[in-house]
């Protein structure tokens, strides 16, 4: 991550040259750079079909559909893309965080609690069939922050591991103003998971508040 740079000397709001965040085992990171992204999604593909030689369709359809997933996120500005690959016996949890960095464009930062107020007031005007989310501001170590988490029903049938019948995808969005510019870093977790959903949260909070600024 590159925040843009700034004619300010070097001082507290000087804007950080990088991020780091703490991710549970079985996570897997995928760069989304075009000169990067396929290298690191063929890694994830072999990770995944270590010992499976039989299966070279549904290898090459899993590599197909990451590469497509990556680029999508690519061109929404993200930078990085993360996959849960934790198993609870022989179920896999399916979970995501999406990075991106989200310039905005004022000639001053946007405070957290404004960004939340406008946020909240787009959730209002919502269609009346779409669960409200949740709109927040905490404090983390990175600094304040704005929290969002999203219910949103989903067509079709039930993800791998979660009841049949009708669900809902669970998401909480992290909103973290750069320091020294006026650019967000946004964090987008995602599970399909609805009946676990408050523990995945959890889970998605504690990644979020692992971040820390480096130089």
Known sequence: MKPPESPVPSTPSTPPADYRLLLPEGWFRILLDPGQ???????????QFRG?????????ELRGDLRRRAAKAYRSGGIELYLSLQAVGPF???????????????????PPEDLARAL??????EDAGTPVPEVGVEELAAGT?????RLAPQPGGAAPG????DHASVSVEYHLPVPGTTA??????STPLEPIADAMA?????????LTWTE
């Not at 896999?92 to 946007?110: D, G, M, Y």
């Not at 959890?202 to 692992?210: E, N, P, Q, R, T």
């Open 120 to 125: 909240a007031e787009d959730a209002d005007a």
């Open 184 to 189: 967000y870093l946004l964090l987008t977790f």
């Open 145 to 149: 922050a704005v929290r969002v988490r």
């Open 92 to 110: 896999t949890i399916p979970a995501s965080l999406l990075v991106t960095l989200a310039p905005l464009r004022h000639a001053e930062p946007l």
């Open 37 to 47: 992204r396929d290298k690191s999604v063929d890694a994830l593909v072999e990770r």
């Open 162 to 165: 979660a009841p049949d019948g």
């Open 202 to 210: 959890g889970l998605f909070d504690a990644i979020a508040g692992s």
């Open 52 to 60: 499976i030689d039989n299966a070279p369709h549904l290898k090459e």
